[in-house]
């Protein structure tokens, strides 16, 4: 049972276009969410995050939609550089344990 | 602040073995969490502790995992008589624990495991 989910395993933009990533959640408990970005061989790094009570939230190129009756949140990138290919993973939190899902991996093409 | 630091970062072990990685989280962070990785998934929780106490077990730790925080600033995570299931990469995150909101975790290197 995943609860939470990132439908698309990868997706592909031109730089300086705007990259957007889609996660849908099941567990109606979560409160929190965040994107990570991650590179081969490394860990996961904290890029934004949004409560619950909030339905956006900005942080430079970045930015975090969140639609509680839908059940959905989304990032967009504004512009895409080359730099953020990688693959971004949703994550969730009802307490203090975060709930992934699996990733998709983004490819901004020069 | 130089992050969350994990040692070693690759472990290659033989079936049957036990094998211990290492967790250094950032120095003002109490909360410190174990995640594993595998191929085309995304982390799955595995332990939380506050401090020195270990406060949660996902059933996904079976009682051939251990994990450790005995001053409540490095941790520990040990598998005994390793299978290669585990091979998997392990993920140690810590956050600080302020107020009542959720503190973002932030995530060391991870050690890549490869059971033979």
């Known amino acids: 049972d995943q609860q939470v989910k990132q439908n698309s395993p990868s997706l592909s933009v031109q730089e300086g276009r705007i990259s957007i990533l889609n996660c849908d959640y099941t567990?109606?408990?979560?409160?929190?969410f965040l994107w990570y970005k991650k590179y081969p061989a490394e860990g996961p790094t904290f890029l934004i995050s949004i409560s619950s009570i909030k339905d956006k939230n900005e942080d430079g190129r970045f930015t975090v939609f969140l639609n509680k009756s839908a059940k959905h949140l989304s990032l967009h990138i504004v512009p895409s550089q080359p730099g953020d290919s990688a693959v971004y993973f949703c994550?969730?939190?009802?307490?203090?344990?975060?709930?992934f899902g699996k990733g998709t991996l983004l490819t901004v093409n020069p | 602040d130089t992050g969350v630091s994990q040692n070693p970062r690759h472990k290659i072990t033989k079936r049957g073995q036990n094998v211990t990685f290492r967790c250094d989280p950032i120095s003002e962070h109490n909360r410190l969490y174990w995640y594993r990785q595998t191929l085309g998934q995304g982390p799955e929780f595995l332990t939380y502790?506050?401090?020195?106490?270990?406060?949660?077990k996902s059933r996904l730790l079976s009682d051939r995992f251990s994990a450790e925080r005995p001053k409540g600033s490095f941790s520990t995570l040990e598998i005994q008589r390793t299978e290669q299931g585990d091979s998997a990469m392990y993920l140690c995150?810590?956050?600080?624990?302020?107020?009542?909101?959720?503190?973002?975790?932030?995530f060391g290197p991870g050690t890549r495991l490869t059971v033979t």
């Open positions: 995150a810590s956050s600080e624990s302020q107020g009542t909101g959720f503190n973002e975790q932030y």
């Open positions: 567990n109606s408990m979560f409160d929190y």
């Open positions: 994550a969730a939190s009802a307490t203090y344990k975060l709930t």
């Open positions: 502790f506050q401090n020195e106490a270990q406060l949660e």
